[in-house]
C-alpha cells in the first residue's frame, strides 16, 4: 500500500531534490499489462497535483507497451519540470526505455535492465497463429527484426543480392504475412526511430548526432534480439547514456519502494485459477495488475475482479460407455478497470523506512 512506501518516496524527493511519480505495469503471468494510452489521462491528475517543479522522477518498471503512449508521456511529464529522470529498479524494456532516451538522466540499479526498442506489429490481418486454429483473433506478432532477419539470411548465407533474387524473396514473404502488416512493420520502425532520435536529442543534444545515429542502429536492430538485456555499464559505457548509479542510500530506498510494489503486485506469482482456488469450490479474487503512484495524487491502480467456480461437467462418450465427468475451473469476471486510491491523511512524516 501507498501508506508503506510514503516515507521512502519523501527520502527520494528530499535527496533527488524532485517529486517522485511510479509507474509500474504488472508482468504477472496470467495478468499482464502494459504502457497504454489510457494512462496518460490519470498521469495527467497526478501532474496537476503536484503542479509545476524544478524536477521531476519517474519510477518506472515495465515490459514495454504503446510506442506513442511512452512518447506522449514524456512529453506530458516535460510540462510540469525543467528536468527530468527515470529511476530504474529492475526492468524498463521496449517503450519503457523510450521513456528512458526521453530523460535528462537514468538511475540504474545493479539489476536494472532497458532493451531494444524494435517493434513487433500485431492486428488482425497478421497471421494466424497454428497452435489455436480455430480462435481467429489468435495471431502471431510480426517483429522488425524477424523480417530483416530473414532478408538478410538470403542475402549473406545463401548470396541472394540480384534485382530479381530480391522480388522472389519479397514474393514469398508477402504470401505468408500480409503486405499491409509488412508496411506496417515498415511504418513502426520508422516512427520509433523518428520518437527515439527526438528524445535523444534533448538528453545528449543534436550536436551528438553521431552518438545519436550508432544508440538507435543499435536498439532497433544490432542488438540481434528483443530480449536483449542492457545493464547499466553497457548503457553508459558503450551506448553512451546519461547513467547515474545510485548511492548505497538511494539504492536501499528504491529497492525497498519496488519491493513493496512486487508483493502487492504478486508480480512472480503466475495467475492460476487452481492455485488461487485451491481447495475451495468458489473463491472471489481481486487482481492488482497496474499502478500509478504519487504522494500528492495517491494510487491509480487498474484491477481485475472476479469469482472463481469449480464445477463438474459431462464429456459424452459413444455408446454404451457413460460420460466422462471432468472438473473444470470457470473463472467469470465481474469488474476490470482503474480505481483510485488517495493518499493517507498526516503523510508528512519523513522519518526512517
Not at 527515470?86 to 532493451?115: E, F, H, N, Y
Request: net charge negative; hydrophobic share 35%; aromatic share 6%.
Amino acid at each position: 500500500m501507498l501508506s508503506d512506501r510514503i516515507k521512502n518516496y519523501k527520502w527520494l524527493e528530499e535527496d533527488r531534490g524532485s517529486k517522485v511519480l511510479v509507474y509500474i505495469t504488472g508482468d504477472r503471468r496470467g495478468m499482464e499489462t502494459q504502457i497504454s494510452t489510457d494512462a496518460l489521462e490519470y498521469f495527467s491528475d497526478h501532474l496537476d497535483r503536484i503542479g509545476k517543479v524544478e524536477k521531476i522522477s519517474l519510477i518506472l518498471y515495465t515490459q514495454g507497451g504503446d510506442t506513442m503512449a511512452a512518447w506522449s508521456l514524456v512529453n506530458l511529464i516535460r510540462q510540469f519540470c525543467k528536468t527530468f529522470e527515470v529511476i530504474v529498479p529492475s526492468k524498463s524494456r521496449s517503450s519503457g526505455t523510450i521513456i528512458c532516451l526521453g530523460a535528462d538522466s537514468i538511475i540504474m540499479t545493479k539489476q536494472a535492465t532497458l532493451g531494444p526498442i524494435d517493434p513487433s506489429v500485431n492486428g488482425p490481418l497478421n497471421p494466424q497463429n497454428p497452435k489455436e486454429p480455430n480462435n481467429p483473433a489468435a495471431r502471431i506478432p510480426v517483429s522488425v527484426e524477424s523480417i530483416q532477419g530473414f532478408i538478410e539470411l538470403a542475402k549473406k548465407e545463401f548470396g541472394l543480392s540480384s534485382e530479381s533474387d530480391l522480388k522472389e524473396i519479397l514474393l514469398n514473404l508477402s504470401e505468408k504475412v500480409h503486405p499491409l502488416v509488412l508496411g506496417n512493420v515498415y511504418r513502426t520502425r520508422t516512427q520509433i526511430q523518428m520518437v527515439a532520435r527526438k528524445l535523444l536529442n534533448k538528453q545528449l543534444g543534436e550536436e551528438n548526432s553521431e552518438k545519436i545515429d550508432k544508440i538507435i542502429t543499435f536498439l532497433c536492430s544490432d542488438s540481434g534480439s528483443h530480449d536483449y538485456a542492457i545493464y547499466r555499464k553497457e548503457a553508459k559505457d558503450e551506448l553512451g547514456l546519461n547513467i547515474i548509479k545510485p548511492d548505497d542510500g538511494q539504492y536501499s530506498r528504491i529497492s525497498a519502494i519496488f519491493e513493496n510494489i512486487k508483493a502487492e503486485l504478486k508480480l512472480l506469482q503466475p495467475f492460476n485459477v487452481n492455485l488461487e482456488l485451491g481447495g475451495n469450490t468458489n473463491l472471489t479474487y481481486s487482481c492488482r495488475r497496474l499502478l500509478i503512484e504519487s504522494i500528492e495524487g495517491g494510487t491509480d491502480v487498474y484491477v481485475t475482479d472476479g469469482e472463481l467456480m469449480k464445477k463438474t461437467i459431462d464429456i459424452p462418450q459413444p455408446p454404451p460407455l457413460p460420460p466422462l465427468q471432468r472438473t473444470v475451473v470457470e473463472n467469470q469476471s465481474v469488474f476490470e478497470g482503474w480505481r483510485h486510491e488517495e493518499s493517507p491523511p498526516n503523510n508528512t512524516d519523513t522519518g526512517g523506512a
